[in-house]
Structures are given as C-alpha cells and as structure tokens.
C-alpha cells in the first residue's frame, strides 16, 4: 500500500510517499506525475515515510528526473537507511540527486 501527499508551493511540487513503492502501487504515482507537473520547476520526492522501493518504483522516479532535466530539477529527501541502501546497491545514489 502506499499513501500519496501532494502538496504544491508556487513552482515547486513535492510527493510524500508512505509505505511501499512497488509494481502494485508504481502505476498510482506514475498517473498523478504525468497529469501534474505543469509549470514545476522543482519536484520535491519527501520518502520519510517509505518503507521499501523495488526496482519499478525506482523507475519511477528515474523517468521523473528524466522529465524535470528539463524544465529544473529533482530532489529526494528524507530516505530511509533501507531505502538508501537500495539507492546505493543499484547504483542510484549516483544518479539521483539525495538530500
């Protein structure tokens, strides 16, 4: 299951994720991301709340920052050491830009 808190400032969108990001619950977020970024110029992914993230949620948020490269920028704040991990065995860390 996973719990999606939109929350819009001027330019800037973030997306508090809660609970697992995976096959089941990718498709939720994928939608509101592609109706929804108009006008952002920073996509804000706030994972405090996340639990776990499988390889298509991880594309996910690849196929984010490839849209916002360009039109400004994404972050990811608050991952969880498990999630961090995650990042760095797949080599994400590298890729994605980590608050």
Do not use: C, H, W
Not at 91 to 96: C, D, H, N, T, W
């Amino acid at each position: 299951m996973l719990n999606i808190e939109k929350k819009q400032e001027g330019n800037e969108l973030t997306f508090a994720l809660e609970g697992r990001l995976d096959t089941t619950t990718s498709p939720e977020l994928e939608t509101q991301l592609k109706g929804g970024l108009e006008g952002v110029e920073l996509l804000v992914f706030d994972l405090a709340k996340l639990d776990y993230i499988s390889s298509t949620g991880l594309r996910v948020l690849l196929t984010a920052q490839k849209l916002m490269m360009k039109k400004g920028k994404m972050v990811v704040r608050n991952a969880s050491e498990e999630v961090n991990e995650i990042f760095e065995v797949t080599g994400f860390s590298e890729i994605l830009n980590i608050d």
